[in-house]
């Protein structure tokens, strides 16, 4: 399988502990997106890499977020000390610059969090 | 904030009719446009994307229409099949690069065999 791949699929937690989510992109694919997405609602934007620089981080990304991606390669999200109102599903995209342009993003499947 | 929204939250539709799937968006400085299918259980799947200096595009039994006029955008799917069941997301993008997207909230697609 040569697409997005997300590690956990499911993750069940309790509130007040710690999780973290591991993405692998698509190997040549250079930018590497966190996005979140709540029931019924579209993705939001949490936080990009182009390599292993990190960008740009949205307001929804609090400083329990953290992501990192440290060769370049594959990425993680942890999220420190969860919340109730985190519980949703957290997606990966990755996508690769050609000719200074950002080609289109290629979504995982996603890792669903549910904090009890 | 401004925001992408749709008109209608579902649409049911008969097999082999064709469907168009509606999106408003109110961001003046988007340029990029993205149309997105979700299934249940898997992440958004590419489908079509239109720049602002295009009206039309076509794909394999879809097209993305682009009317900056009234800031609308749709995506029509003819022939529609089962496996076209799905959420369609429309999202937007500022400055031709789309590292930053913003999406709608969804229209839920149901085909009626």
């Known amino acids: 399988d040569t697409g997005v791949s997300q590690d956990p699929r499911h993750k069940i937690t309790k509130r007040g502990q710690n999780v973290t989510f591991r993405c692998d992109p698509i190997s040549e694919h250079n930018r590497l997106y966190w996005y979140r997405q709540t029931l019924g609602q579209g993705p939001e934007f949490l936080t990009y890499?182009?390599?292993?620089?990190?960008?740009?981080k949205s307001r929804l990304l609090s400083d329990r977020f953290s992501a990192e991606r440290p060769k370049g390669s594959f990425s993680t999200l942890e999220i420190q000390r969860t919340e109730q109102g985190d519980s949703a599903m957290y997606l990966c995209a990755s996508s690769e610059t050609y000719g200074g342009r950002n080609e289109k993003l290629f979504f995982g499947s996603g890792t669903q969090l549910s904090v009890l | 904030g401004e925001s992408v929204g749709l008109h209608l939250p579902t649409l049911s539709v008969q097999e082999g009719d064709n469907s168009i799937i509606n999106c408003a968006y109110s961001?003046?400085?988007?340029?990029?446009f993205i149309w997105y299918k979700q299934e249940s259980g898997k992440g958004p799947q590419f489908i079509i994307d239109i720049r602002s200096n295009m009206d039309k595009r076509q794909g394999q039994r879809v097209t993305v229409l682009l009317n900056k006029t009234v800031k609308h955008l749709s995506l029509q799917i003819a022939a529609t099949q089962p496996g076209d069941s799905a959420v369609y997301f429309c999202a937007e993008a500022a400055n031709f690069g789309n590292e930053k997207l913003t999406f709608g909230t969804g229209t839920r697609l149901t085909i009626i065999p």
């Open positions: 961001n003046s400085a988007s340029d990029y």
């Open positions: 890499f182009q390599n292993e620089a990190q960008l740009e």
